[in-house]
């Protein structure tokens, strides 16, 4: 650790891992330096892979990206859930069951599946459109901003998988054979698809692009803020 | 019921653990946070000196604002006892009922797994598969891991594969979400108690205190703390 440490202070300009040719760890957050160039270099404390940058991240991204909103447009059309009761059929979308939470008095409610089901996803989609354009341009753009929205990204895309929990509870109860039964519709299967995909989507963006072409300099003048 | 007596058990058992362990690893862990080495932030690649942290304190990133690091004190051994409860607590949520619904005479009920199934025998199985891991599969994969890793390391035993193990809990980690699932047994509740009595069973109980001590365990681990004492033991 000491060498490296030596060699990091001979090179204060060059301020990131990346730029004095270290690499730290993903799974540890070990620092080290590559033995040789080869790309296959693991790390020596915990054996995790290493690499510079998430490899191929940007395609995996957009590759994800684009499955998810194809996913959102039947997600959204397709019913969720199919109640069958004694007055009759009943084919509820996301929106319908937000409609009818809002109808029944428990607007709260309403208010936080309409926040998880239909806000976040689009959110989701929107921002690492963004994120992921602004890093293909190397922009230079607010990047305090931008890191800040992957990291809200990153930590509200988990609430999006609300409806497929409501939604696998309510098929599992209402099994009242006479009184009424709910099956689950293939819109829960384009919405799950539809979670996991921005999951994954926003798991395989590396945030460290968007301060890869931000020079030293630049943000020794924004650190007051 | 059955999870009252767990949490308190677990709640003894913590206690206990902490009196056990007052004086020698935290200290060590502190006198070793190295002064001098350098980290990079994970989220900016801004490479900056370590500090040594105050009791409770947080290390963020001096160019991005990114937490890189935060101190707990005991957080090993708290991981521990938040994670045994948390097992404790795991099996109860899995074996009982969930939630019940009475409706005219009528009563159904349904279990965690069963409502996996209920989904699984509905031709929706990427759904139900993927219930079963965000719910069951994940969170007890990280609770037994969790166990698995820091049992043996307070007497000194450093178990077989534990590098493996490290990297398999970071990994599936994003992917458990018992709290999102407690927030949709409350909206399906909501929705539910329009028509039909609902009856809480002892598992929605046991995933209340599941929940906590999961987001406990996110509090007080800390993967430095492990490098540390392993390297020292080493």
Redesign the interface.
Same mark, same amino acid.
Not at chain 2, 36 to 40: F, N, S, V
Not at chain 2, 42 to 47: H, S, V
Not at chain 2, 62 to 66: D, K, L, Q, V
């Given at each position: 650790m000491s060498n490296q440490a030596s060699t990091v202070q001979e090179q204060t300009d060059h301020a990131t891992a990346l730029r004095s040719g270290l690499l730290s760890c993903t799974a540890c957050g070990l620092l080290c330096a590559p033995s040789s160039q080869d790309n296959a270099c693991r790390c020596p404390r915990c054996g995790a892979r290493l690499n510079a940058r998430k490899p191929n991240s940007i395609a995996r991204t957009w590759a994800f990206l684009i499955a998810a909103y194809i996913m959102y447009i039947p997600a959204n059309l397709m019913p969720i859930m199919e109640t069958r009761s004694l007055f009759g059929e009943q084919n509820d979308t996301i929106m319908s069951g937000v409609v009818f939470l809002w109808l029944s008095g428990s607007w709260p409610l309403a208010l936080l599946v309409f926040c998880a089901s239909i806000f976040v996803p689009l959110l989701k989609l929107f921002s690492l459109t963004v994120l992921t354009i602004s890093v293909q341009r190397k922009s230079t753009w607010h990047p305090h901003q931008r890191a800040k929205l992957y990291r809200f990204v990153d930590l509200i895309g988990r609430w999006s998988m609300l409806d497929i929990y409501v939604v696998t509870l309510l098929v599992a109860l209402v099994q009242l054979k006479s009184f009424a039964a709910i099956q689950a519709g293939p819109g829960a299967m384009a919405f799950g698809a539809v979670v996991v995909l921005t999951l994954l989507s926003a798991n395989s963006f590396d945030p460290r692009f968007i301060w890869d072409f931000v020079k030293t300099t630049d943000d020794r003048s924004n650190q007051t803020t | 019921m059955l999870s009252i007596v767990g949490s308190a058990v677990c709640f003894i058992l913590q206690i206990s653990y902490h009196r056990g362990q007052m004086s020698s690893k935290s200290t060590q862990a502190q006198t070793v946070a190295?002064k001098?080495?350098?980290?990079?932030c994970?989220?900016?690649?801004?490479?900056q000196e370590e500090v040594v942290l105050p009791s409770r304190g947080v290390a963020i990133c001096?160019?991005?604002?990114?937490e890189l690091?935060h101190d707990t004190p005991y957080g090993l051994d708290r991981t521990l006892a938040f994670a045994i409860c948390g097992l404790m607590l795991y099996c109860l949520a899995n074996l009982f009922p969930?939630?019940?619904?009475e409706?005219?005479g009528?009563r159904?009920?349904?279990t965690l797994f069963?409502?996996? *199934?209920?989904?699984y025998n509905?031709k929706?199985q990427? %759904?139900?598969v $993927?219930?079963f891991l965000?719910?069951i599969l994940v969170p007890g994969l990280e609770l037994l891991c969790t166990i698995y890793v820091l049992l043996p390391l307070r007497i000194g035993k450093i178990v077989p594969g534990f590098?493996?193990v490290?990297?398999l809990v *970071?990994a599936v980690h994003?992917w458990g979400?018992v709290e %999102?699932?407690m $927030?949709?047994?409350?909206?399906?509740v909501?929705?539910?108690a329009?028509?039909?009595g609902v009856v809480p069973g002892i598992a929605l109980w046991s995933f209340v205190g599941l929940m906590l001590m999961i987001a406990a365990i996110g509090q007080s681990f800390n993967?430095?703390d492990l490098?540390v004492f392993i390297e020292h033991r080493r």
């Open positions: - | 190295t001098g080495t350098y980290i990079a994970p989220e900016c690649d801004f490479l001096h160019r991005c604002g990114a690091y969930l939630i019940g619904l409706l005219q009528n159904s009920t349904t069963g409502a996996v *199934q209920a989904i509905q929706l990427p %759904v139900a $993927l219930v965000t719910t590098r493996n490290f990297r *970071q994003p979400m %999102v699932f $927030l949709g047994i409350l909206v399906s909501v929705k539910l329009n028509f039909a993967p430095r490098w």
